[in-house]
């Protein structure tokens, strides 16, 4: 697989229920980073336990992106999006997040005045509740985003990958 997305140059790659652990030999995130040395990575657990379970994270080119330090998440599809572990629909199957950050484009060390805002989720399975409930934040949190000047771009289905803008 990390074969498969380096040759393919992708600028964005969105992963979907990627085991954290503490365990380095059962942490895919850390595994998936290590065969991916160009490439930086934001995400978290859906657990209230940052350290274990799994998360929705984004890889980025670092030498073509740059993440901004003061506008990226992790945020809960629930009544409480703030509170680690949190899921507000009874019949939903998981705990979901959307992963989301703004990226800045750089070439040569210096910015293009080109930027993105890169959002990854995975609907809940079960509920169709659940699904809407996200969509329908996500969609809010694009309608509120710092720069509304800035695309946004969403991805939500493994695997995946947002490649060149």
């Known amino acids: 697989m990390t074969s498969i997305i380096a040759d393919g140059n992708y600028d964005f790659i969105g992963t979907q229920e990627t085991v954290v652990h503490p365990d380095p030999e059962l942490n895919q995130v850390t595994f998936i980073a290590s065969r991916l040395p160009g490439h930086g990575v934001i995400g978290r ?3 209230a336990n940052p350290e274990f379970g799994e998360a929705m994270t984004i890889f980025y080119k670092k030498d073509r992106w740059k993440m901004d330090e003061t506008e ?9 999006p703030d509170v680690p572990g949190s899921k507000t629909v009874p019949d939903a199957g998981n705990v979901r997040t959307v992963t989301v950050a703004l990226f800045h484009e750089h070439k040569n060390g210096q910015l293009t005045g080109r930027s993105v805002y890169v959002y990854n989720t995975h609907f809940d399975h ?6 809407r409930l996200g969509a329908k934040m996500i969609m809010e949190r694009i309608a509120n985003r710092k720069n509304p000047w800035c695309p946004a771009t969403i991805d939500k289905y493994s695997p995946s ?3 060149v803008l």
């Open 126 to 131: 079960r509920s169709e509740t659940a699904r």
């Open 161 to 163: 990958f947002l490649g």
């Open 45 to 47: 657990s859906r657990e």
């Open 72 to 80: 990226h998440e992790t945020f809960w599809i629930s009544d409480t």
